[in-house]
């Protein structure tokens, strides 16, 4: 005769077995940034010294901060990651996030022992939301630059909130500070959404007008064919135009627009 399972036992197996599935289902959602939690860096890049802001958003909440981890790694010139800084335990401290509130947290730019300091480059943050779960780390890219610290001194916007394929949409680039800005060494990205993921689709040159700075007010203008440098149309979606001015505070300056 087969012992019989006590009801208690049965129970606390189910409830772990959910528990289970719950948090399995909501490492996917961190990872896919669509549910749960939502990471994002303030701005692409900064300049040096300045402290790099990151925003973490509860889109499910609540979700207790101290579970929170995270390291800062910087790209060699052989094109792989190394880590630079270490968070400590609860770098986030003890609150719990409820569901649309968000948290600011700054990293200073300085490595774990506090000695060194960051250079000009390509970084990442590799943030886990739940300590020892590598799947569920979050991965953001920003860049660190020879860029003047101070409020942005540019902004850039489209003429249109959507782009038609095959048709030139148009981007303006205005100077917002009181004194002219130096477009010296400037270049502009188109990128596309994808796979959960922002990837380049359109690099232009090096200074790719013959301006070289833009008076306080003054505005300037050009078209993207909605294709790539090969002339390959762009599919349906979600776009940004990544324009990055070396010498200019607030750089590089970021706008989406759609593709239809």
Known sequence: MKKAIPTTVVLVVFMAGLAFAQITVSKERLLNNRQGLALEVSK??????????????????????????????????????AEFYRSGNNPLGQAVLARGAEHKFTWNQSDTSGAGSANPGSWRIVFSPVQGID?????????IQNTPAGPPALTLKAMNSEFVRGENGIFRLQNVSNSAVDLTGCSFAIEHFEND???????????????????????????????????????????????????????????????R
């Open 44 to 81: 692409a890049g900064f300049g040096l010294g300045e402290p790099v802001e990151f925003i973490l958003r509860s889109t499910r909440g609540p979700f207790p901060l101290q579970l929170c981890s995270y390291i800062i790694e910087k790209q060699l010139p052989n094109g792989k990651w």
């Open 135 to 143: 799947k569920a780390n979050f991965i953001l890219n920003f860049n």
């Open 197 to 259: 993921k922002w990837v380049e689709f359109y690099a232009s040159r090096v200074e790719p007008w013959d301006i070289r700075s833009l008076a306080p007010g003054e505005i300037h203008k050009w078209f993207w064919g909605t294709r790539d440098r090969s002339g390959r149309l762009a599919d349906p979606g979600l776009y940004r135009c990544v324009f990055n001015a070396p010498r200019v505070a607030g750089s590089p300056f970021i706008f989406e627009v759609n593709v």
